[in-house]
């Protein structure tokens, strides 16, 4: 759904690349993450694919359209989630995205069934610039919706929002996979990027440094480690034993065996430790 072959763009228009040789590939149906620290350049790629800026080199098609040539049908296929909150404030709900909807020339959504869909039908007469920033974002979100897209771009959807709003837009980005469209999302949570992707690509200073399924990445850079808790001496001790090495898995086996063991947790890497182990700087 989604060809890239070797991506660069400069702002400077010279070899400072804020990306640089980025190569991928999204399947349709698939949630792909697309992960890595402020200035990386994700927020750069999804603004090449989208046709918000130039493509300057490389090779980039979506649905088999060439991106370079802008084409006005990838347009109608395309629904873009931003960071920050692009509505008409002085707008209601409702009539923010009857607007959007009139700027397609395919079928669209019911405005008031996609403010239904995210929960927004009891604030759809309401002004968007009284909207709290996690409605603000679900309106954002309703909007790129907007024209039954195939493809979502969604950019930190969640970014700042409070646990209840954050859990919220993970359902409904589920549940819109679960129609078959395909998602791009960038983003420098990596919880949320465990929690929704089928792959991720890391990407530091414009360059991919690491691409796979979040399972396969921790097995191919974590540690497999077991933090056990026991008994001894009427006091309670903690050791974190690695299940791979020969000596700590007798060791395990010898407190299980001997029923001192009150507590056991695996532990697996995060894939901000991952991303950390691989790039060798933090996600801020």
Do not use: W
Request: aromatic share 6%; charged share 25%; glycine share 8%.
């Amino acid at each position: 759904m989604i060809h890239v072959r070797d991506l660069h763009h400069s702002y400077t228009h010279d070899a400072r690349y804020a990306v640089g040789g980025v190569t991928f590939d999204v399947a349709e149906g698939e949630i792909f993450g697309f992960l890595g620290p402020n200035g990386a350049g994700k927020s750069t790629t999804q603004k090449i694919l989208t046709g918000v800026i130039p493509l300057q080199r490389g090779e980039a098609t979506i649905a088999g359209m060439d991106v370079r040539r802008r084409p006005a049908r990838m347009r109608n296929l395309i629904g873009v989630s931003f960071e920050q909150p692009n509505v008409y404030m002085r707008l209601t709900g409702y009539e923010n995205l009857a607007f959007f909807a009139s700027l397609f020339d395919v079928p669209t959504e019911d405005p008031m069934s996609l403010l239904r869909t995210v929960g927004l039908e009891d604030a759809a007469q309401q002004r968007a610039g009284t909207y709290s920033k996690g409605m603000q974002q679900r309106l954002v979100l309703a909007r790129a919706l907007i024209n039954r897209p195939r493809i979502l771009f969604l950019d930190e959807p969640v970014a700042g929002l409070d646990p209840a709003s954050s859990r919220h837009i993970v359902n409904l980005i589920r549940e819109i996979r679960q129609g078959g469209v395909t998602v791009f999302l960038t983003t420098h949570d990596m919880h949320v990027a465990d929690t929704l992707c089928d792959r991720v690509a890391f990407i530091n200073e414009g360059r991919i440094a690491a691409m796979d399924s979040p399972r396969a990445l921790k097995l191919a850079y974590g540690q497999q480690l077991a933090e056990v808790e026991y008994r001894t001496d009427g006091s309670v001790v903690r050791e974190v034993l690695s299940l791979v090495d020969e000596e700590n898995a007798r060791r395990l086996n010898a407190l299980i065996m001997n029923r001192q063991v009150e507590t056991i947790h695996s532990q697996e890497a995060s894939l901000e430790d991952i991303f950390i182990r691989v790039t060798g700087r933090e996600l801020a």
